[in-house]
């Protein structure tokens, strides 16, 4: 027997949730279908949109029609990140279906930081996660945690690392054994004490995980680069050998699996031997290139990252999903958990199930909606040969613009792409003129660069990598960047 009671009011009824979805759905089928014409950038109406948007909400009800046709007027303002002319930073386009999948994941409202509440979903996120490991060359038990992105994996990746290498904090602010320098005074333990090794090409957000967990600020040695700028494995063994003669206490060394810069892979292999070596543990942020690890040419220029102990990726890149998806995966679970775990009488009713992690032990948040849907999903629609299939050819397009533009006798190309960044710069010419040549570049809106800063010099950035850019796109950008030289 069914049970009737009164709707909650502001629960829609099956009827208006389809004819809702439909309004919404069609919308999403209008913008995407509308990708290949729509500028690369728009900001020619963002001062009446934002006074528009930003209005209190009125005590009614208000039109959903006209709701949702005010936020794809406020969504083509700025820069299409969505669009197949995007060529900054990290593209990645946002795949629809993982974010149908977002939308079901959404609506059933699932609680996941603890396993028992929600265990065929855990199962489910826990299933890409293993996979993911597996991918990367990761022990058996290896697991992790889906993210926000990157910024928040490393925090937990290196929270994870002090608490594994320098011991859980001690009320002096130090480690719990206290390793000091002989003869020092004061909070002298371990977290006071460590240091990790880093380059001018890690992300920023390694130093601020630092800063955050309570590393001071000069316990981040910048290691030089070589010529290719990749870390100097001689040069960060050195600084180690220094800090410990000094009392210090090296304890995380950082690999990068494709620069934000240029797109440079390190040396893994090496770097992952130096860490053994030294009883360090190796972090690799792999949040760009770390989906090349399902190509073979991939996997070639990533070797030596199964050695890592925790690996940062973003899916939201290199997997082409839409932003706010990322991943920590970590050779010991365990550490995770040591590091990360906590407790209140308030959840004495839940219970541990065998063979699942509780996602809340493992990383800062215990409060986290069902993120493994937008991951499970679009991998088991498309399959795995489709995402293999989508970056080689990003690969073989970077290739293309790399030998398009070297053949420039205008232009400098300073080096052959690792993933699929270009950096070039008229030769010759100050960095104003390259500065105007990239506002030219991005006045066409048809495609967007961003640009960075090496040796001090100012270079144009053109990163290939959204699931919607194809050949057509870059060789009407290869155009528009000789049209403005």
Known sequence: MTTQQEPFPLDLSPDTIVELGRQAVELVARQVAGLPDAPASDYRDVARLSALVSRAPADGPGDFAALIETFRQAAEQGVNTAGPGYLAYFPAGGLVSSALAELLAQAANRYTGVAQTAPALVAMEEGVLSWLAGRFGLPAGAGGVVTTGASAATLSAVVAARHARLGPPSEDGGGADGGGPPGGGGPSGGTMNGTMYVTEHTHYSLAKAAQIAGLPAGRVRVVPTTADLRMDAGAAAAMIAADRAAGLRPFLLAGTAGSTSTGTIDRLGELGRLAREQGMWFHVDAAYGGGFQLTSRGRAALA????????TFDPHKSLFLPYGTGVLLVRDPAVLRAAH???????????????????????????????????????????????????????????????????????EVPREPDLTVVLFRLRGCGDERNRRLLAEVNASRRVYLSSTTIGGAFYLRLCVLSCRTGAGRIKEALRIIRSAC
């Open 304 to 311: 030596g990252i199964e050695a890592a102990d925790s690996i």
């Open 341 to 411: 775990a906590g407790g209140g009488e308030y959840l004495q009713d839940l219970h541990e199930v065998d063979g699942l992690p509780d996602y809340g032990q493992l990383g800062v948040e215990l409060t986290r909606e069902f993120r493994g849907l937008r991951l499970w999903l679009p991998l088991h629609l498309h399959g795995v040969r489709a995402f293999e299939e989508a970056l080689d050819e990003k690969l073989d397009l970077a290739g293309l613009v790399h030998r398009e533009l070297s053949g420039d006798p205008r232009l």
